[in-house]
């Protein structure tokens, strides 16, 4: 789209009515705004919006450079969570010493790992207990004494955020034994404890570096929608992290800007020639969703979204669904949902053991993958059916020759743990290639593959196999890509350039009824003059591409003498150029609250709205005065 008719005022209109457009908009501009009827205001979404709109530059609400003495970076992910952070003063010499913080596992120091499990227990008052592993083991045991009464155990939450498509600031989470507590609780709690640990390991390390004095960047995916990231953001301000000196990054991004760190500063051979209009796929196979983005590196060498973030739940955790439907279908459900409620440790136990069989699906000679379960499971499948588990494998299953039991594991053809990841790979593949086939990717030469999933043998495999015109480029350790690019990205945030809008985004306002163009039944009428309602008024179109810094301005007039305040609906569509607000693809997103100050219906108050950054942001400035003007945008449905 070209960025100058945003200049336009009548860019809403076709071509053969932008006449009568721009005459009924500067009666709007002259007379519209100066309406004082209550009616009228309820009818244009309780402002009149003048649908000006511009391209400017916006200044940024963070702490300055000179403050920040360290970046950290908080991954927090479906399945596993991790920190990560290196400070200012070394970055420029040594960009790739990134510091990952250790997490000791059930099986003690010495199998300390860079992520923990995604898990929280908390008391049923809130009180917090432990995280990760720590947690794990903690409600296994309360589990096991039959004491887990009174706390709560909350496991792959922040699949919530992307499942739920209307997200509430008090949105309700229920936990492992049917238990509900709010959902920003529970992330603001998880949040709060990864920014403890760290602080408290700085300590431990001689390292005085005060907390103002630490910029804080929290990972999150580039397909979740606009409330989805500002739910995280609450959470993390009620974690104690100020805004000011918080940063999101999309994860497939903050991989990629860490993998063309490693390649520039290592020269590695897998990606030769690395320059200006390379352009080349992320796949970021995580825990919960797959993000898929196509990126481009400019003159500069810095990075630009060529086609918007796309992809779907189709990360480990589906695998990990598959595969216990499978055990299910074998054992059956009611053995299943025994171990789960009585043996909560053998229960943790076979999720961690899917875990690790997902990833290394190759099998032993006879292309048997040896699963281990719990003595537990066995005892519990006797006592439900009378007979032992290894002769009902054997020989009183559909699975027969394919599966059976030896001492404490299941030997599991591997083909059919392959149909398990097959299901993930074909809507990758399917995906990918719908990427490949538009007209922005033509040209792209490399598939690069991060996240925890990316570690899966067989999708490391079968993805070159199915995409076998791209050159596939693994970075080392791809599951901590996206945490050491987020660091780089607080560093260093002008490494990206420009970002894709990923739809239509809007706001209600009114102008003179052109006949013969406008739907009737957004026809009113006021002191004898024709309106039509609802006229879409875009500011920025799907697919359009916004560097880092610009902003649509959107100029506010009072239609009141007296009002204080003025509530602006936000719209968003899929299509390029929606009519109305109230079409089938257009929906309300959320709404921006803005001061009016002074008084009488000659104010204006221009609104500059960002899309090109990781999450929309907006400000505000009075026209009389040039002063700021508080703006909230809100993007949760029920503020």
Known sequence: MDLSSHNNPNSILPPDVQNKGEMAHQSVDSSACAVTDRQMADQTVESIVCAVTDIALKSEDTATTDEILLVAALDFGTTYSGIAWSHTHEFEKYPLRISCLHWSSMLGPSQATYKTPTSLLLKSNGEMIAFGY??????????????????????????????????????????????????????????????????????????????????????????????????????????????????????????????????????????????????????????????????EVTEDITIKEVHRASGGPWGGREVNIQFMKFLEELIGKDVIKELKTTHKASWLDLEREIELKKRNTKGDNNGRVLFQIPAELQEVYQSKTGKKLINAIGFETKYAGKVDVKRNCLRI?????????????????????????????????????????????????????????????????????????AVIFGQNPSVVKSRISKYTYGTAVIRYFIDEYDDPEQKINQDGNPYCKNVFNKLAEVGQSFEVGETAENEVYAHRADMTKMRIKVFKSNEANPRYVTDENCKQIGNMLLDMPGYGVERKVTVSLSFGEEEITCKGVNEATGESVHVRLNLLSND
């Open 134 to 295: 720590e947690a794990e083991e903690q409600y296994a045991e309360l589990a096991d004494d039959n004491a887990q009464s009174g706390y709560c155990f909350f496991k792959h939450f922040k699949m919530l955020l992307y499942e739920n498509e209307i997200l509430r600031s008090d949105t309700v989470l229920v936990d492992d034994e049917g238990h509900p507590m709010q959902a920003k609780d529970i992330f603001a709690q998880s949040i709060s404890y990864m920014k403890r640990r760290l602080l408290e390991d700085l300590k431990s390390r001689g390292n005085m570096i005060r907390e103002e004095n630490i910029l804080w960047v929290i990972t999150v995916p580039a397909i979740w929608n606009d409330g989805a990231k500002q739910f995280t953001r609450e959470a993390a301000v009620k974690a104690g992290i100020p805004r000011k000196r918080m940063k999101l990054a999309l994860e497939p991004e903050a991989a990629s800007i860490y993998t063309m760190k490693v390649h520039s500063e290592r020269s590695k051979d897998q990606l030769p020639q690395i320059g200006q209009g390379t352009k080349y796929i992320v796949l970021d196979l995580g825990g919960g969703t797959i993000d898929i983005s196509l990126k």
């Open 413 to 485: 053809d591997k083909s059919i743990i392959e149909t398990f990841l097959k299901k993930c790979l074909d809507n990758i593949v399917k995906h990918t290639k719908s990427l490949l086939a538009k007209p922005e990717a033509r040209d792209t030469k490399y598939l690069v593959l991060v996240g925890g999933f990316a570690e899966s043998e067989f999708l490391k495999t079968e993805i070159p196999k199915a995409l076998g015109n791209l050159q596939i480029y693994i970075p080392d350790d791809p599951w901590l890509a996206v945490m050491r690019g």
